[in-house]
């Protein structure tokens, strides 16, 4: 037994909490870097966009993957800020409205749509319509996305930030030292309270998002099918 655990008994909880949360952080970094990029597929394949698909670094800290996936994100939203500004240019102000009236039918939105993207593209698929209103109409990209890039990017500048994504493979001493650099109660105790509070946020804000994402892809399918 390490003397630090003779000193402060609590110690042997706190790692194994300490590694249940980042592992958590992992899995919930990699789900949102997959529905990224079943976003980005419908964006490419439907609204002409050319989105760079992204994967999680192994060898990587923790901030580097975060920024990975903002990126992505900032591209996402920037894509969509594109999509209402050709649809502002196309339209006379009294349809562009329309797009977002909630009162207008939803089918007449997506017809107006579907014809903004047969002239900006030449030739646009039959969900095109669907998936801009989609977007246009949600929170996905106003407050969904916005508040997952706020949070991811905290955890970058946390403490977290630093520690490599692969450090489950060590020992229970490597991973201590990776994170912490130490093994004192009190520095324990405050990553365990650092990544209780970072993850709880950040879970919340990821099933939002992967949500939302959900109901344009499901869409999709559906108009597929």
């Given at each position: ?53 992204i ?6 800290t923790?901030?580097?993957n ?10 996402i939203q ?12 196309k ?7 329309k797009?977002y ?11 107006i749509?579907h ?9 646009a ?16 990209i ?57 993850l ?13 994402i ?12």
């Open positions: 037994m390490a003397l630090s655990d003779l000193l402060y008994p609590d110690n042997p909880k706190r790692r194994q909490e300490l590694i249940h949360l980042h592992q958590e952080l992992l899995d919930c970094m990699s789900t949102n870097f997959r529905a990224t990029n079943e976003l980005a597929g419908v964006l490419n394949e439907h609204l002409g966009c050319t989105i760079t698909h994967q999680m670094r192994e060898r990587s923790v901030k580097e975060c920024d990975i996936i903002i990126q992505a994100m900032s591209e920037h894509q969509v800020q594109k999509i209402d500004s050709d649809m502002k240019e339209l006379e102000p009294v349809l562009y409205q797009l009236d909630i009162k207008e039918p939803e089918l007449e939105k997506i017809a749509a014809k903004v993207f047969s002239i900006v593209l030449g030739e698929t039959s969900t095109a319509g669907m998936v801009a209103i989609k977007l246009l109409g949600s929170n996905l106003t407050l969904t996305v916005s508040k997952l890039v706020s949070l991811l990017a905290q955890i970058g500048a946390s403490v977290l930030g630093g520690i490599s994504i692969t450090i489950l493979g060590l020992g229970i001493e490597m991973i201590l030292h990776a994170i912490l650099g130490a093994v004192e109660r009190n520095q324990l105790l405050a990553a365990v309270r650092s990544y209780e509070k970072h709880a946020e950040f879970k919340a804000a990821s099933e939002k998002y992967q949500r939302a959900r109901e344009v892809t499901s869409l999709v399918r559906q108009q597929v099918q």
